[in-house]
Nanobody, 117 residues
């Protein structure tokens, strides 16, 4: 069974850090593009970052310099390291099997990230 699962969300103070994980089961993430997306209450889903099959990365302007996506091929996992978190980073974060949300066939259930003082 093909599945994606995110983990690592939680409550953090502004300026803090979290590392999200996106684990694949039933298939390998290692050579495909993986997108991280987020959706805050009352807002549209937005792309946060993309890591290509060759591990080239790109980021939304709002997170550039603060977030880093990387993969561990041995663990079939893609990570999103989030540093210097801001209140506006609060959202449910999802990983998907494409950097294009319209093309992504598989999505994880999401993990909640709350940045609050």
């Amino acid at each position: 069974q093909v599945r994606l699962a995110e983990s690592g969300g939680g409550l953090v103070q502004p300026g803090g850090s979290l590392r999200l994980s996106c684990v694949g089961s039933g298939f390998t993430l290692n050579y495909i593009g993986i997108g991280w997306f987020r959706q805050a209450p009352g807002k549209r889903r937005e792309e946060v970052s993309c890591i290509s099959g060759t591990s080239t990365t790109s980021y939304a302007d709002s997170v550039k310099g603060r977030f880093t996506s990387f993969r561990d091929t041995a663990k079939n996992t893609v990570y999103l390291q989030m540093d210097s978190l801001k209140l506006e980073d609060t959202a449910v974060y999802y990983c998907a099997t494409s950097c294009n949300s319209s093309a992504a066939r598989y999505w994880g259930p999401g993990t909640q990230v709350t940045v609050s003082s």
